[in-house]
């Protein structure tokens, strides 16, 4: 997998839009990037995963730069729910996932 | 749809027994199931790939004679935790895929030996 690197937590008011960054300078052309979070106590929940271009579904959407060495996930309307660990993740061509610490998002009322 | 499942979502056991845990994908067919654990405070860990039909390949420190992994149809794969100790008490995670897209999760079993 290529690296990824990602904030430790943060914090956002519900309601609001919640920024969550990601860097992977070293990602290869054909890697995609790759988002799933972890409320505590489940299995990791897919979110959204692109290539280029940015991508957008009903949980979020993903903005990746023209160079691809980051990408920015967006929760457009956070809610408490939302509070979960989420891990950004550039897989190689095994497809194996290699889960680092994520960021710890916390969504206060 | 992408809907796995994992079964049983808790399980206690004595030391030295064995435990099966099934991941099954409901409404997909997966050509390839991964198994994953989690201690406490930590991030998964990889343990072991199966795609279907064929032996499976174990990541490196884990012991392949302790975890049984069978994956013998397209919706089905089983971990076997064989003469289990108290230090294999964790959190279990499969997840699905098919034709090495998108992995999708089950729901955890988790672990308890005492």
């Known amino acids: 997998d290529a690296k990824t690197t990602q904030p430790t937590s943060m914090d956002c008011a519900e309601g609001r839009a919640a920024n969550l960054p990601c860097n992977h300078s070293?990602?290869?052309?054909?890697?995609?990037v790759y988002w799933y979070r972890q409320i505590h106590s489940q299995g990791p929940q897919y979110i959204i995963h692109g290539l280029k271009n940015n991508e957008t579904n009903e949980m979020a959407s993903l903005i990746i730069t023209e160079d691809r060495k980051s990408s920015t996930l967006i929760l457009p309307h956070a809610t408490l729910r939302d509070t979960a660990v989420y891990y950004c993740i550039a897989p190689s061509n095994d497809y194996k996932l290699s889960f680092g610490a994520g960021t710890t998002v916390t969504v206060r009322a | 749809g992408a809907v796995v499942s994992q079964h049983p979502s808790w399980v206690i056991c004595k030391s030295g027994t064995s435990v099966k845990i099934e991941c099954r994908s409901l409404?997909?067919?997966?050509?390839?199931m991964f198994w994953y654990r989690q201690f406490p405070k930590q991030s998964l860990m990889l343990m072991a790939t199966?795609?279907?039909?064929?032996?499976?390949?174990?990541e490196q420190g884990v012991e392949k004679d302790k975890f049984l992994i069978n994956h013998a149809s397209l919706t089905l794969s089983t971990l076997t935790v064989t003469s289990a100790h108290p230090e294999d008490s964790s959190f279990y995670i499969c997840?699905?895929?098919?034709?090495?897209?998108?992995?999708?999760f089950g729901p955890g079993t988790r672990l308890l030996v005492l």
């Open positions: 997840s699905a895929s098919r034709l090495k897209e998108t992995q999708y």
């Open positions: 199966s795609n279907e039909g064929s032996k499976a390949t174990y």
């Open positions: 070293t990602i290869s052309g054909n890697e995609y």
């Open positions: 409404d997909f067919q997966a050509t390839t």
